[in-house]
């Protein structure tokens, strides 16, 4: 039986370290699952390029600043950095082999595969918050778009992310003066306060309107010097 334009097809479903993924096709849009909870699909991608270019203009022209992109997804973070000649070095942590795997040798490939082949892109398979804890490298950037953002998280070790201690660790990632830049499905005051009670400064939020309910937002906020 052929299956419908409107049923959602699985095309891979894996049990990662986190929990299960899943990758399905629902027309022509590819659509990421995480423990039953729908994450993202390939059918927009606004909030994700704003995500990368108010971090780049928050930074006034600071020459080939770097950025860590934190969550590969569908690759549009990526992508849209990767396209742009103004950035330095591109690092992009992951957690879900499945995800990475599925860029580079499967169907999310036709999204990022130029921008993975970009020699300034580096992917670092781990989880995001071990690695701002751990690194000893500094980004002029952190474009964060884990989860569903700070208020609704699908995966409860995601929390410690958007965290006074999680936050204070994307600090110490950050040089002097940079920028760290939050996607989330919805507004969040709360988040702004921490981010505040962090030591961020010209902490503000800008909205991308969405066709139904509230929209997505990117926070962004500056680590003093």
Known sequence: MTASYDTPVVIDRREGPYGEVVLRRHGALLQIIANGCFLMDTSDGRSERLLVDAAYDALDGRPAPSVLIGG???GFSLAHAAADPRWGRITVVEREP?????HRDGPLAELSASALADPRTHIVETDLLAHVN???????????????GPGWTVTESNEGLYSMAGLTSCARALRPGGVLAVWSAQPSPEFEGTLWNAGFQRVRTEEIPV???VPDVVHLAMRPG
């Open 98 to 102: 499945a995800v990475v795997g599925w």
């Open 72 to 74: 590969l997804g569908v």
């Open 211 to 213: 066709a139904r309910g």
């Open 134 to 148: 751990e690194t000893s490298a500094t980004y002029d950037a952190l474009c964060l778009d884990i989860d569903n």
